[in-house]
């Protein structure tokens, strides 16, 4: 199958001009100012990019895939999410974690809605594990979690510095990121431990001890949530600052704003103006989670669902509200989440790598065509294609 996207403006993120794309199957094959098409030539799909920016599919990367919560008891379980919540979004790579609920949500269900999703058409893996330490793997092993299972690339999200964490110690916390670490280099994977950071004034100060007593490098870990109060975000810019990698959740309500938390495209122009590289911070949705309130006490008081469609929106209100260039803000979405993770054929316009794109209208910088593996999944902000069980 071939599909010739014309005429766009190539950010792959860095911006690259006026270009021609001829996709080839599932990879962009050539990348040219401009592509002739012979006469009496094979059919192919032409698509016409003209006042349309051509970027990498957005990357995803801490996605309840098959839901979560559960918070307020069994009624607030989580739905999972469906493709066009995805596709819609600009979401073309996805990955999978479990969360709070590590005994009705289990690692065989995660990484059979990612090969769901797959089938639908869309890339997504998984992390192993969630918030409990002893981890609960699929294998018993985290690395014949990353060594034998192809979907799987990491370890997360493991809680700390939450009320609804396990308390890890120093030294659970550090055979866990060994384990990682050993898995993901025999396994060609990032093998990170994506750690969600909870509102304790504790911080992040368990993984900076891990680091300084044992071997394991800093970046090692991916820490989440480093937007959720001022004081955690104070210390998630010293934590960058010292050389380790922070991620931004998107999703939010007013009241979590309100009541301090950073708001996600405002925290991006901080860090950036506080020195820190834009290949160290991502955002992620933590789309299909509950967004619980819970008072002094951890009584919940309110539940929310996150959203994927808040990746995007906070991407762009960092461009168009913030001033921060395309060419840096997109990278949190795409080129630094592909680095962290270790997919190299994400996160990039380049020839060879595989033809995940969004079109974005130049004017207002909203989703206007996402193609994924070279499908069109979303066309003139419609999905064209849809899950098995959606409307």
Request: glycine share 10%.
């Amino acid at each position: 199958m071939l599909t010739l996207i014309r005429n766009g403006e190539i950010y792959a993120p860095e911006y690259l001009g006026k270009k021609d794309l001829l996709l080839v199957n599932d990879k962009v094959g050539f990348i040219e100012d401009h592509i002739n098409l012979p006469d009496r030539f094979v059919d192919i799909k032409v698509v016409d990019a003209s006042g349309k920016y051509v970027v990498p599919g957005f990357i995803d990367s801490h996605v309840h895939i098959m839901g979560g919560g559960g918070e307020g008891s069994f009624k607030t379980r989580t739905p999972e999410i469906q493709l066009s919540q995805a596709t819609l979004s600009g979401i073309t790579t996805l990955i999978g974690v479990i969360g709070t609920d590590g005994t009705t949500r289990t690692m065989p269900s995660l990484i059979a809605k990612a090969r769901a999703l797959e089938e639908e058409g869309i890339t997504c893996f998984v992390q192993t594990g969630s918030y409990q330490v002893p981890l609960k793997t699929l294998t018993g092993k985290i690395e014949d979690d990353l060594i034998l299972v192809d979907r799987i690339i990491g370890v997360g999200e493991v809680a700390i510095a939450d009320h609804r964490s396990s308390q890890p110690t120093v030294n659970e916390l550090a055979k866990i990121a060994s384990a990682a670490r050993v898995g993901g280099m025999l396994s060609g994977k990032s093998g990170i431990v994506n750690i969600h950071v909870g509102d304790s004034r504790n911080h992040l100060k368990l993984i900076e001890e891990v680091v300084e007593t044992t071997d394991v490098p800093l970046k090692q870990f991916y820490p989440t949530h480093i937007n959720r109060n001022p004081h955690l975000f104070e210390a998630g810019i010293e934590y960058a600052l010292n050389g380790g990698y922070v991620d931004f959740t998107t999703s939010t309500i007013p009241q979590f704003l309100e009541e301090g938390e950073v708001k996600c495209s405002v925290g991006l122009k901080r860090m950036l103006d506080a020195g820190v590289s834009i290949d160290q911070i991502t955002f992620t949705s933590d789309g299909q989670a509950s967004l619980p309130h819970f008072d002094e006490n951890g009584e919940l008081i309110g539940l929310k669902i996150g959203m994927v469609s808040s990746l995007y929106k906070e991407v762009k209100d960092a461009i168009k509200d913030e001033g921060i260039p395309p060419e840096i803000a997109l990278k949190v979405i795409t080129s630094t989440p592909a680095k962290i993770l270790k997919l190299t054929n994400k996160g990039y316009v380049k020839e060879g790598a595989d033809a995940d794109l969004v079109l974005l209208d130049k004017e207002s910088f909203d989703i206007d065509t996402v193609l994924a593996k070279g499908k069109i999944m979303v066309e003139s902000g419609k999905a064209i294609v849809k899950g098995t069980f959606e409307a």
